[in-house]
């Protein structure tokens, strides 16, 4: 009657190996380590990388533990943070600026276990330090750039069909086009609507005026605010990579929101400003004819004159520019700091793509003897950085922009234009840093608060259970077992809202022992058998006990499904201890019941308090 086949106590087993392979790395901590990744796309991290970086911490006498090569890049285990400064400060040193030398920690597991992907947990910010933003993305600039583009884009097609037009301009969330005939007009229109499906046009007629007025449809808005956020999640992970930062989070939250974050990093004014900053680059003409000192006096006055803008030189100087774009840092492929080969001064070298290229030697070869401004947008201003005259046709694709920068600035404007620019302007709208110390607190806190629970748990079920309560507190640690395998295996990353759902699952797997328990107590008060008291013990509480966790379980997909951040992570720990629980409660506590009465064909009593 309560004997298992052999087969269930081989899963049994098998269960309780796995989960004990699984759960080991957790317990072998982590070492100081440098991760060395490639930063140009040319580049690869493989062995003869692997081989630099062994050869260069051999150099500088480095007591290293071990080197590891994966997919991105090599890493290195040290023995100490000394040991792990010294080796970043080495190979930064060694290997340039095309390789990006990160800090990180590693785990101490043995190899053998790293083999079969038996991998410790991921460490959230809340337990391992760091900083946390929560950004929110500008939609309404997004959309304004993107009217801003069709205003450029329709331009250009004009002049290319050259279709007369007495103006075009973008108004608030649409572009208007003027023209002096209304056959001018039609042509005009049927052509607009055939290349830009995505605005909604309109015509009207005033006074010997007659328009086209262009608005975005609503589908073109969703997809331009949804690009908007994906542009500038990918710019984000650019530019966090390029800062070096080790294992960072970064995740969509919301319509319009992003999560940032960033384990092991302290200088938050650094982070926020690589983060916050929207370098972008133009290139525009300068207007030569207008830059008399009345039209510049004008400017000043608020009033440029059609089809310029007023930006300043470092230096203080006005340069009326046209509004005409040339060249924008989309076609960057590759930007550098270095310096400039004539006066020595910082600069930033941009390679361009071939479209680039080839426009911007066009433009060169057109504009000899005129004045070329290169525009450096940063959090909504703009500033001439350079504004040479061309003294010949540039080919090949390489600009170099330098005016006043310090060497810093060069470093950081290079890492902001070959990261790419963000689609739409982001506010900080929330900022956490949790120190290295807090984070050991919150472990040391989360761990010994799992560890009294489960004395306590075991405690009360062995004094009142007695030994079948025993058996219930050896399912529960298998419980425990199987939980943190399971989170082992998916590489989830365990937060301190996700240790309260381990302590909490602990609280809840009991619960189904003590309905067995009890029905077996109650089996035995209507003088049933040992063995039957048992088997209908099982047997009867199986509905109570599925009923009650699938409740439980489908509270917490509501809680995965529409909550965020901690609070998905709490609900991800609890649905899978809902589950291990269920197998722990009812199939290895029943083994062991089985397993130490199930033998015994004359059972008087079984000791249950």
């Known amino acids: ?55 260069t911490v051999k150099k500088a006498e480095l007591a290293v533990q071990g080197i590891a090569l994966d997919a991105t890049s090599v890493k290195v285990r040290l023995s100490s943070t000394e040991d792990q400064l010294k080796a970043k400060d080495a190979l930064q040193a060694a290997l340039g600026e095309d390789y990006v030398v990160a800090l990180n920690l590693l785990s101490r597991s043995p190899q053998w276990l790293t083999s ?45 069909q050259r279709i007369q037009y007495s103006g075009i301009a973008r108004e608030g969330q649409a572009v208007a086009v003027r023209f002096r005939e209304a056959a001018l007009r039609d042509k005009a229109l049927a052509r607009i609507t055939k290349d830009m499906p995505d605005l909604e046009l309109k015509t009207a007629d005033d006074a ?103 930006y300043y030189e470092r230096n203080g100087q006005a340069v009326l520019v046209k509004k005409q774009v040339v060249l924008t840092g989309e076609r960057i492929n590759d930007a550098q700091p270095g310096f400039d080969g004539q006066t020595g001064e910082p600069a930033v070298h941009i390679n361009l793509d071939g479209a680039g290229a080839r426009i911007f030697q066009q433009v060169t070869r057109e504009s000899i003897g005129k004045r070329m401004a290169i525009l450096l947008f940063e959090r909504g201003k703009g500033e001439v950085v350079t504004a040479p005259v061309i003294r010949s046709e540039i080919g090949g694709g390489r600009v170099q922009i330098s005016g006043r920068m310090t060497t ?21 709208v929330e900022e956490r840093t949790v120190g290295p110390s807090l984070g050991a607190d919150n472990i040391k806190i989360g761990f010994n608060s799992t560890l009294y629970g489960f004395a306590a748990i075991a405690v009360f079920m062995i004094g009142y259970y007695a030994m079948v309560g025993f058996f219930s507190v050896v399912a529960l640690a298998a419980n425990v077992l199987f939980l943190v395998a399971l989170l082992s295996m998916l590489q ?57 966790n699938v409740t439980t379980l489908i509270a917490g ?38 397993l130490y009465y199930g033998g015994q064909r004359k059972l008087d009593r079984i000791s249950i308090g």
């Open 208 to 310: 010997g005026e007659y328009r086209i007025t262009g608005t975005l449809k609503v589908e073109a808005q969703r997809r331009t605010q949804e690009f908007a956020l994906q542009q500038n999640i990918n710019t984000l992970r650019n530019r966090i990579n390029e800062l070096g930062v080790a294992e960072p989070i970064i995740q969509q939250q919301g319509a319009d929101r992003v999560v940032v974050q960033l384990p092991g990093v302290q200088d938050t004014a650094k982070a926020k400003d690589i983060l916050g900053r929207t370098a972008t680059l133009e290139v525009r003409m300068v207007d030569e004819e207008r830059m008399d000192p009345g039209s510049l006096e004008q400017a000043k006055a608020g009033q440029p004159p059609f089809g310029t803008e007023l």
């Open 492 to 548: 989830a990353t365990l937060t301190l809202p996700g240790m309260a759902g381990i302590a909490l699952t602990l609280g809840m797997a009991i619960d189904a022992n003590v309905l067995i328990n009890e029905r077996i107590r109650e089996e035995l008060r209507n003088g049933n058998t040992p063995h039957a008291a048992i088997f209908a013990g099982y047997d009867r509480a199986w509905g109570t006990i599925l009923d009650s």
């Open 557 to 594: 997909f509501a809680l995965f499904a529409f909550g965020s951040g901690a609070v998905k992570g709490f609900a991800v720990v609890l649905c899978l201890g809902i589950l291990t629980s269920i197998f722990s409660a009812v199939v290895v506590s029943r083994g062991l019941m089985n």
């Open 1 to 55: 009657m309560n004997r298992y086949p052999l087969w269930k106590y081989l899963l049994i087993v098998a269960a309780v190996a796995i989960g004990l392979l699984y759960t080991l790395p957790n317990f072998y901590g982590e070492v100081p380590a440098v991760q060395v990744s490639p930063l140009r796309s040319n580049l690869k991290a493989d062995a003869a990388l692997m081989a630099r970086v062994e050869a």
């Open 116 to 160: 079969i992907g038996a991998l410790p947990m991921y460490l959230g910010l809340d337990l391992r330090g760091g900083v946390h933003f929560l950004m929110q993305v500008d939609m309404k600039a997004a959309l304004t750039k993107k009217v801003e583009t069709y205003t450029n884009d329709i331009r250009g097609m004009l002049r290319e």
């Open 408 to 428: 810093q600035e060069a470093n950081d404007v290079s890492l902001l234009l070959r990261a790419g620019a963000l689609a739409a302007p982001m506010d900080i």
